[in-house]
C-alpha cells in the first residue's frame, strides 16, 4: 500500500507562485509514474502533470499549465513536487497527487493511476 500526503497549497495573489509537495510511503516510489491533478468546485477532476518513473526523464502538461508549471521528483526523498508560477484565478482548485504503477499506458486519465493523497487546497485571488 501506497501513502500520499500533499502540502504547500495555499492562498496566493494572481501572478503569485507556490510550490506543492507530495510525500510518498514504500520502496517502491521511483518505479511509480507519478501524477497531479486539480479539481476546482462543480468541475470533473483534470489532469495538470506528470511524471515518469524513469528518474523523470519525461513530464506532461496540461496545456493550460505548460510554461507556468513544472513537474520534478526527489526519488532519494520519496517526493514529487509542483512548482506553479504566474498562478491565475482559474487555477484555483484542490490538487491531488497520484502514483501510477509500472505497466500502465498513458498519464493523463485520473482512471490510469492506482493510489491518490487527500488534496490540499489552492486558492489564487485576482
Known amino acids: 500500500q501506497v501513502q500520499l500526503v500533499e502540502s504547500g497549497g495555499g492562498l496566493v495573489q494572481a501572478g503569485g507562485s507556490l510550490r506543492l509537495s507530495c510525500a510518498t510511503s514504500?520502496?517502491?516510489?521511483?518505479?511509480?509514474?507519478m501524477g497531479w491533478f486539480r479539481q476546482a468546485p462543480g468541475k470533473e477532476r483534470e489532469f495538470v502533470a506528470a511524471?515518469?518513473?524513469?528518474?523523470?526523464?519525461?513530464?506532461y502538461y496540461a496545456d493550460s499549465v505548460k510554461g507556468r508549471f513544472t513537474i520534478s521528483r526527489d526519488n532519494a526523498k520519496n517526493t514529487v513536487y509542483l512548482q506553479m508560477n504566474t498562478l491565475k484565478p482559474e487555477d484555483t482548485a484542490v490538487y491531488y497527487c497520484?502514483?501510477?504503477?509500472?505497466?500502465?499506458?498513458?498519464?493523463?486519465?485520473?482512471?490510469?493511476?492506482?493510489?491518490w493523497g487527500q488534496g490540499t487546497q489552492v486558492t489564487v485571488s485576482s
Open positions: 511524471i515518469s518513473w524513469n528518474g523523470g526523464s519525461n513530464t
Open positions: 497520484a502514483a501510477e504503477i509500472p505497466g500502465r499506458i498513458g498519464v493523463r486519465r485520473a482512471s490510469q493511476y492506482d493510489y
Open positions: 514504500g520502496r517502491t516510489f521511483s518505479s511509480y509514474t
